[in-house]
């Protein structure tokens, strides 16, 4: 059974930054596809980012692109959420999900940010950022 668990959230100024990890346990490393989503109260949980199976290719919203930076360490079965020039806007709490399994680079190209996409999911971290 894969388990996801989030940490690194909390309270931040406009401008600041934030670095969210997530833990993963139970899974083949370098097997499954890892994205970050967020959602705030009364919206559609939206994609952030996500990074292919062996951390070669990587995807952004618009929302987040040249702020936020994703990577993994699949060593240590993590995945980070760089997130810089944070703005209120970016308030929201944030999800780690991941693929059950390898997907095809393509389609996983096209598809990155659809919730459907992913078998697994974490419980979230609080993000707030203040103006």
């Known amino acids: 059974q894969v388990q996801l668990v989030e940490s690194g959230g909390g309270s931040v100024q406009a401008g600041g930054s934030l670095r969210l990890s997530c833990a993963a346990s139970?899974?083949?490393?370098?097997?499954?596809?890892v994205a970050w989503f967020r959602q705030t109260p009364g919206k559609e949980r939206e994609g952030v980012a996500a990074v292919y199976t062996d951390g070669s290719t990587t995807y952004y919203s618009d929302s987040v692109k040249g702020r936020f930076t994703i990577s993994r360490d699949n060593a240590k079965n993590t995945v980070y959420l760089q997130m810089n020039s944070l703005k209120p806007e970016d308030t929201a709490m944030y999800y780690c999900?991941?693929?059950?399994?390898?997907?095809?680079?393509?389609?996983?190209?096209?598809?990155?940010?659809?919730?459907?996409?992913?078998?697994?999911w974490g419980r979230g971290t609080q993000v707030t950022v203040s103006s």
């Open positions: 999900a991941c693929t059950a399994g390898p997907p095809g680079r393509r389609d996983y190209s096209s598809s990155w940010y659809k919730l459907a996409r992913y078998g697994y």
């Open positions: 139970g899974y083949i490393v370098g097997s499954n596809a």
